[in-house]
């Protein structure tokens, strides 16, 4: 039990997912703090450059099953090798992202393993834990984070007599970034057919349709985010306008999308995106800690806002004291103007 291993999702060109990526950055600080091996356990059918695409984040091994059965992705030949090679390499640590896929396989082996899980985490650290009952101390343990009831506590969670220790994390959480750029690792070859048999094989995919995501607000540069003080589905129209003028993408809290101003792709916080954009406009959000934990890395921040005392404001480079449905159009105006 002396490595870390993240399940590496590809698309339909063979290239690594954001989310993936994303671990195993994080995979690599958690490695070096727990004094562990990272691995990317990659499964799929002729997948190039997958040693260009993992090594800069500083991944010590690629586990890489290369076998038709295995692209696209289904979910009995992609457990049935995962099992095996978590129960051969008993590693301490294992993460998958909170996709679609994630939230399959995820439980799957949680539930073979009979070790636990902890679903949609949007931090993890290295620590230790005392059990209250039996007074036993555990050291250099994962420490993994999540919201809870809705968003309104930020709950702890840890597995210390289970291993490995499982979650699953949310896209956009952890921050992707390159370990070093000429850092080499180790290539290991699984013989997929070791693991794979008749039972495996049951489902045959006949045809595959894929629509290209219509909201791509993580990868936007500039967010303008609405918040439950546009009033209505109709004042967001104003940020669409805005956001128009600006090339930008538009966004919302939690409680704008609860109350039916905006679709739920849009939003923002800690039960939706996480987004670090240039430029962030917060345009009638409060800033509850929930949405503040989705968009405090933005580059730059305005807030406009009627309350001045509001928690948006604390973390805010620019503040416009003003009713929203009064600033917004003198907005729209002057970048019009200026893009003439």
């Known amino acids: 039990m002396n490595n870390i291993i993240i399940y590496c999702e590809t698309n339909a060109n063979g290239q690594v997912s954001e989310v993936s990526l994303e671990l195993c950055s994080k995979g690599r600080q958690l490695a ?37 059965r295995l692209a696209p992705y289904r979910t009995l030949p992609h457990f049935a090798i995962l099992k095996g090679l978590l129960q051969e390499r008993t590693p301490e640590v294992v993460l998958f992202g909170a996709t679609c896929i994630g939230r399959d396989l995820a439980p799957r082996i949680s539930g073979a393993l009979r070790c636990g899980l902890t679903a949609d985490c949007v931090l993890l650290e ?12 555990y050291n250099n343990i994962l420490l993994q984070i999540r919201p809870a009831f809705g968003g309104n506590i930020v709950a ?19 921050k992707k970034e390159i370990f070093d750029p000429a850092f080499k690792g180790e290539l290991v070859n699984i013989d997929a057919a070791k693991y794979l048999s008749s039972e495996t094989e049951c489902v045959k995919i006949i045809s595959r349709e894929i629509e290209e995501k219509k909201v791509n607000i993580k990868g936007a540069s ?17 940020l669409y306008k805005l956001a128009d003028v600006l090339g930008g993408e538009v966004g919302a809290s939690r409680a704008a999308v609860d109350a039916g101003f905006c679709e739920r792709d849009r939003m ?30 933005s580059g ?12 948006i404001n604390a973390i805010a480079d620019y503040t416009i004291i003003g009713d929203v449905k009064e600033v917004l159009p003198k907005l729209i105006a002057a970048y019009q103007a200026n893009k003439k």
Do not use: W
């Open 32 to 68: 070096t703090q727990m004094g562990f091996k990272l691995e990317a356990a990659v499964f799929g059918s002729k997948i190039p450059n997958i040693e260009a695409q993992l090594y800069p984040y500083g991944v010590d091994s690629i586990l890489y099953a290369d076998d038709e």
């Open 156 to 174: 702890t969670i840890v597995s210390p007599e289970t291993r490995p220790q499982m979650a699953t994390v949310r896209e956009g959480v952890m």
């Open 268 to 297: 923002i916080g800690q039960t939706g995106t996480t987004v670090r954009p240039k430029l962030y406009i917060a345009c009638g959000i409060s800033g509850a800690i929930q949405h503040r934990s989705g968009m405090e890395e």
């Open 126 to 137: 290295v620590g230790s834990h005392t059990d209250v009952k039996t007074k036993t101390e």
């Open 222 to 238: 500039i967010i303008v985010a609405g918040g439950y003080g546009m009033g209505s589905k109709e004042g967001f129209e104003m």
């Open 300 to 311: 730059n921040i305005i807030s406009i806002n009627t309350d001045p005392n509001a928690p």
